[in-house]
């Protein structure tokens, strides 16, 4: 058997995807039959979006691609022109008096490129600058007109297109994937009565209770204003000199400093509408509502030290992941769910189901499985889809309605406002990502960039001359706001159960594993180690003494600081509390399907490792839907012991360990001498190692083990499940390695400081 490169998704070169194929359907050209179809339509089907694109854009069920096909844009076989449509015959050379003399100011070709090219900016978001988006659908379950009216929740099988943004929050445009930070998760659901925006994040609660305080938050976590320091990061006096001071915040930092926040990938974390919500059903009857999304591959993280050394190594990765699965047919999916609650419950809870900053436990009120969402095609132009997209929270559809929440409220405001500025007018709503697939009709006209072309002389309502349309519809399809009652003096102020800070940030702690307590331990640690001035650290961990005692003597250690008093309650009795322990909050609640699809695995190779094994373990996780590559000193040709030549995919250097899942080392004694001339061998080895990854050692290679003295028993004497030693490779050894690689990581490794 020869070892061969594989069928790893993110080497599928782009002709295979179309690309350079210029498949032209006018022509009766079509594409590739082993398309990716979701809905076993064939490809004979003209889809005009075949021609452009990324990808293999599946048929039938992704319905903006249609409306979007009216802008797709396709050069293939086309002459450059001006934007005017002129054809240009030189693009090389400004227009000059004589070829040594002065550039004329008539070359409008060349004035017009560089204009076009000194704008081509825009504002980047104030937060969640940095993002990666996808196209796909969702598919609902079973009809809930008891609940709602909302469209996508008629009929069971109801498919609805969403595009889905997920980004960091504190970084700029340019920055990296993996900094510690919340995720946001915003769907756009096209519905067929108008646009839903559910801008949520991957952390159910957030850092305040009040729109009032969001600029505040956001000043205090950006780079600091004198020195622009630091990029994509918490880590600094501004951010913990206001967590220190705004209690409020104690919940939400539980989770920001747990493994939540360095995700291991966009298609492995959950997502939450964070406030509560409201269905309503045909007949004005109301229920509230959490919203929830779990991956179907399972709630999964990355620890600290990879993090901060896959920003080097890739800064892109959550970007390049989501792109790659897709590219690959591998299409994330999440299963939305309700919780949902009457107004009597909701009055009976400990908490405020208003306030942000707090949970409904799992265990108090159950998630109810609703629909999925699968993301099946990669946007064709980053900035005319991922960059332009405008979520709001303002855009909801009849049958959902807000709750009281006041920063639910802000939001409603902030998101149409921010547009206006960032998307250059009030028209945003025309630019192609944003346009419903219900019609708009409305006498709103004109504007900065607007592209309709109203016809006729009517923009008012109510009107004669236009035949009095358009025409409000009443309840029966319009948007009609839950009839809430009201009646209180105007305030500013908060209700008592909002200064509860603490119950539920110790109900996040004490349901985590000691592994996951530990990093949380560790991530205070990390982020109040870089604060310059001591008494914001002391402020913060007398904050910490009232959620947890343990915790707080922890950070303390960490720091090497006494324990100081606690700080003063603002509730000194808080409600007692639904659950003393909740196991939905640990990371562990959600291990996923199983299994090892999409996991890339290094097998390192040099000249003289034994070749079959690795070929007959490529074959096999090729075939679980994993991703092996062969991992070299160099690029190039490797002469295997048996002579034959394989080709290296990537080297230890431009795609260092912690890209990778899981390391297999070979066979062969001279194979594993040239891996230990080299330095990036054992580094690579401790890496995977101290990131409590699978490797598996056959043969020759046990002796790498040795040399940076690690082994199969653990000091506490447990055996490491995470480490494999196989003489030779048989089935047992397969089944052994990919059952390892699937538990993600081995706690039992994990050890702070590091073993190694
Ligand atoms: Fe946002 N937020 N936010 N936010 N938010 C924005 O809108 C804001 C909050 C969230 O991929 C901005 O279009 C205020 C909570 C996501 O394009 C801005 C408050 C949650 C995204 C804004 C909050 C979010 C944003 C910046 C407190 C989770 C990215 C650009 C009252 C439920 C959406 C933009 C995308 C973006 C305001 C708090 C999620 C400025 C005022 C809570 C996922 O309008």
Redesign the pocket.
């Given at each position: 058997q020869s070892l061969s490169a594989g069928r790893p998704y993110n080497a599928l070169s782009l002709k295979d995807h179309g690309h350079d194929s210029a498949v032209n359907p006018e022509a009766g050209e079509t594409v590739s039959p082993d398309s990716p179809d979701v809905t076993g339509s064939t490809l004979s089907e003209h889809n005009p979006s075949e021609k452009t694109g990324a990808g293999q854009p599946p048929l039938g069920r992704n319905a903006t691609i249609g409306p979007l096909d009216r802008v797709r844009a396709d050069a293939s076989g086309q002459p450059l022109t001006t934007n005017q449509g002129v054809h240009i015959a030189d693009n090389q050379n400004t227009l000059k008096a004589g070829l040594r003399g002065p550039a004329l100011l008539e070359d409008f070709i060349l004035r017009e490129k560089i204009t076009h090219f000194d704008h081509e900016r825009i504002p980047e978001?104030?937060?969640?600058a940095r993002?990666s988006g996808a196209h796909g659908y969702f598919e609902n379950y079973a009809p809930l007109t008891e609940l709602t009216r909302a469209a996508p929740f008629q009929e069971a099988g109801k498919i609805t297109p969403v595009f889905v943004?997920f980004?960091t929050v504190a970084g700029e445009r340019g920055s990296i994937d993996t900094a510690r930070d919340v995720r946001?998760?915003?769907v756009k659901f096209y519905t067929d009565e108008g646009n839903w925006d559910l801008?949520?994040?991957n952390i159910p609660v957030?850092f305040i209770q009040d729109?009032m305080k969001?600029p505040d938050l956001v000043h205090a976590v950006k780079p600091e204003p004198h020195h622009g320091m630091p990029q994509a990061a918490s880590a600094h006096d501004t951010f913990w000199d206001f967590a220190s001071l705004s209690p409020e915040i104690t919940h939400m930092l539980m989770w920001v400093m747990s493994d939540r926040a360095i995700p291991r990938s966009y298609r492995m974390m959950q997502g939450f509408?964070?406030?509560t919500f409201r269905l309503v059903n045909a007949e004005g009857v109301s229920h509230f509502v959490k919203f929830h999304w779990k991956p179907r591959l399972g709630t999964h993280s990355l620890v600290w030290d990879e993090a901060v050394k896959i920003a080097g190594a890739d800064p892109d990765f959550h970007r390049r992941d989501l792109w790659e699965a897709i590219e690959a047919g591998e299409y994330p999916e999440w299963e939305l769910g309700f919780q949902i609650f009457t107004e009597e419950q909701a009055d009976q809870f400990s908490f405020d189901i208003l306030d942000?900053t707090k949970i409904i436990p799992e265990e108090v009120v159950p998630v109810t499985p609703i629909g999925r969402m699968v993301l099946n095609r990669n946007p064709d132009n980053f900035f005319a889809e991922t960059e332009q997209?405008?979520?709001c929270t303002a855009h909801i559809v009849p049958g959902l309605d807000f709750s009281h929440d006041p920063?639910l409220a802000?939001?409603i405001h902030?998101?149409v406002d921010?547009?206006i500025s960032?998307l250059g007018g009030p028209n945003f709503h025309e630019l192609p990502i944003n346009s419903p697939i219900a019609p708009v009709n409305n006498n709103q006209r004109d504007g900065m960039h607007r592209q309709a072309i109203h016809r006729g002389r009517v923009a008012y309502e109510p009107n004669s001359l236009g035949g009095g349309c358009p025409f409000q519809t009443g309840k029966m399809t319009g948007f009609v706001s839950f009839p809430a009652p009201v009646q209180e003096d105007k305030v500013r102020g908060k209700p008592e159960k909002f200064a509860d800070h603490y119950t539920q940030a110790a109900l996040f702690y004490n349901s985590q594993t000691e592994n996951e307590k530990a990093h949380i331990v560790g991530g205070f640690r990390f982020e109040l180690s870089r604060v310059t001035v001591p008494a914001i650290r002391q402020r913060m961990v007398a904050g910490l003494r009232n959620a947890s005692e343990e915790l707080a003597q922890r950070v303390a250690e960490g720091l090497g600081m006494e324990l100081p008093e606690p700080l003063p309650r603002a509730l000194p009795n808080p409600a007692a509390p639904e659950v003393e322990q909740s196991p939905a909050l640990s990371l562990t609640a959600l291990p996923g399907e199983g299994g090892i699809r999409t996991r890339k695995i290094a097998l390192l190779v040099a000249n003289g490792v034994a070749g079959a094994p690795l070929a007959t373990l490529q074959t096999a996780l090729v075939g679980q839907g994993a991703v092996p590559r062969l991992v070299g000193v160099r690029l190039g040709t490797v002469k295997t012991a048996d002579g034959d030549a394989v080709e290296a995919d990537a080297s230890m250097e431009n795609t260092p360990a912690v890209l990778f899942d899981a390391l297999v080392l070979p066979d062969g004694q001279a194979g594993v001498h040239a891996l230990l001339a080299d330095g990036h061998t054992l580094e690579f080895l401790k890496d995977q190692y101290r990131h409590c990854k699978t490797i598996l050692a056959l043969g020759a290679s046990s002796q790498l083990f040795d040399k940076l003295g690690i082994s199969q028993t653990l000091p506490d004497g447990q055996n490491d499940p995470g480490l494999l030693v196989a003489d030779s490779l048989d089935d047992d050894v397969v089944a052994a390695f990919v059952a390892a690689v699937a538990q993600h990581r081995h706690a039992v490794r994990d050890s702070d400081p590091p073993l190694i």
């Open positions: 978001r104030i937060v969640h993002g943004r980004s946001g998760f915003a801008v949520g994040n957030f729109a969001f509408g964070v406030h942000a997209v405008a979520f920063l802000g939001r902030s998101y921010t547009q960032r």
